[in-house]
């Protein structure tokens, strides 16, 4: 990508880049715990996630990569740097060898070991989204050794999500156990129903929640991943029905031709502008596709919950359930996507109005095209250099 792009991509919000650089520079010296990472380079460098075809057979399957990239200038971190793919085999030699310039110290692999804590765990998140990087850091025991703000999410912010989706949880956790509790009472009844709702949210581990389990056919050994998916499923439903305005009209916006096309575009030539408007259409087309495979797994989660719900009809939930980590990784990459985006389009609008000069219009265009994964024939899509 140029650099107008990773720009755009850094500054316009959390879905797909975590800057580590910006963030700890408000951690403070004396702060417990302090910054994120044991090796300074780290802690300079910015984490992306980036989302591709997983096949070529199948266009609607994801694949979603981990990038770390280091910048060249730490204060000027869209003037080039190099771009390390975390799956890559070769990543820990590579941070090894950055950092060491030659053969690293004992004490140095050392302290790759430690940063490698939490480079894995952002490896095993489809996105970079606050509320479920907390989850997540919960979910391993590590909340409490990463300072808030890595976690950029109030209190208040949590709890507007979490409780909408600890309902739902609670209503089908209550629906699963079915006649099953300690006694008639209804308090005993409240309290069992919420320490199996507690396991759940907190997807460590199946102790004591073995009847709940086995009532959903999910194998123990799958359950913490089946719950973290499932409440990354139910945080993206909420996240994606939060933003549908805000979408709307950046949809309405690209969906318009005088709008969304450079208002001085009689100083283009012919083939600039051939290769805009065809851009543009392949670009309205991708956002088409997002929004509807966004939907289309919003829609089965519903719909499978309601069957079981209020018509007592498990299966379709059940089935729901054993694909969840895919339902999670599709829908993430749809919602990351179009949440990065608006905050893109959003930015731009208020620096410059709706209507753009051929300058700032192909900043944003190139960062939405980006972002979409709208194949350019013409420009090398490689990573700043």
Not at 13 to 31: F, T, W
Not at 171 to 190: H, M, P, Q, W, Y
Not at 319 to 327: A, G, I, P, Q
Request: proline share 4%; hydrophobic share 40%.
């Amino acid at each position: 990508m140029n650099r107008s792009q990773l720009r755009n991509m850094i500054q316009s919000g959390r879905a797909v880049a975590l800057d580590c650089y910006a963030i700890g520079k408000s951690v403070k010296k004396d702060d417990a715990p302090g910054k994120l990472f044991k090796n300074d380079i780290l802690n300079k460098s910015v984490i992306l996630k980036r989302y591709e075809p997983a096949l070529a057979t199948d266009p609607k399957s994801v694949l979603v990569n981990t990038i770390v990239y280091f910048p060249y200038d730490y204060d000027n971190v869209y003037d080039g740097g190099e771009s390390v793919n975390f799956s890559d085999g070769a990543f820990h030699g590579t941070l090894a060898f950055k950092i060491a310039k030659g053969d690293p110290t004992q004490e140095l692999l050392e302290r790759i070991g430690e940063d490698m804590k939490y480079l894995n765990l952002f490896n095993t998140m489809h996105s970079l989204d606050p509320f479920l990087f907390k989850s997540r850091a919960e979910q391993n025991e590590i909340d409490s050794e990463i300072h808030p703000a890595y976690f950029a999410i109030s209190n208040t912010e949590w709890d507007k999500i979490r409780l909408p989706i600890r309902e739902k949880i609670s209503k089908l956790v209550t629906k699963a156990l079915g006649g099953t509790g300690e006694s008639g009472d209804n308090i005993a009844r409240e309290q069992y129903v919420e320490r199996f709702l507690t396991k759940i949210w907190e997807a460590k581990d199946v102790d004591g929640i073995e009847p709940f389990i086995k009532a959903m056919q999910i194998p123990p050994e799958k359950a913490p991943e089946v719950f973290f998916a499932w409440k990354a499923v139910c945080y993206y439903q909420v996240r994606f029905n939060d933003m549908q305005d805000n979408l709307k009209a950046l949809y309405q916006w690209v969906g318009h031709n005088e709008l969304c096309f450079p208002v001085n575009h009689v100083s283009l030539l012919p083939e600039e502008q051939r290769k805009i408007k065809d851009r543009r259409a392949s670009l309205r087309e991708k956002m088409r596709e997002g929004y509807i495979a966004a939907h289309k797994v919003i829609g089965e989660y519903e719909s499978s919950y309601n069957k079981f719900v209020d018509e007592d009809k498990p299966n379709m939930f059940m089935n729901f359930l054993e694909n969840s980590e895919n339902s999670y990784l599709s829908l993430a990459s749809h919602v990351s996507v179009a949440t990065h985006s608006l905050n893109l389009w959003r930015w731009y609008v208020k620096q410059h109005s709706q209507v753009m000069r051929h300058e700032h219009f192909l900043e944003l265009f190139d960062g939405l095209v980006m972002l979409f994964g709208v194949e350019d024939d013409v420009e090398n899509m490689a990573w700043a250099s």
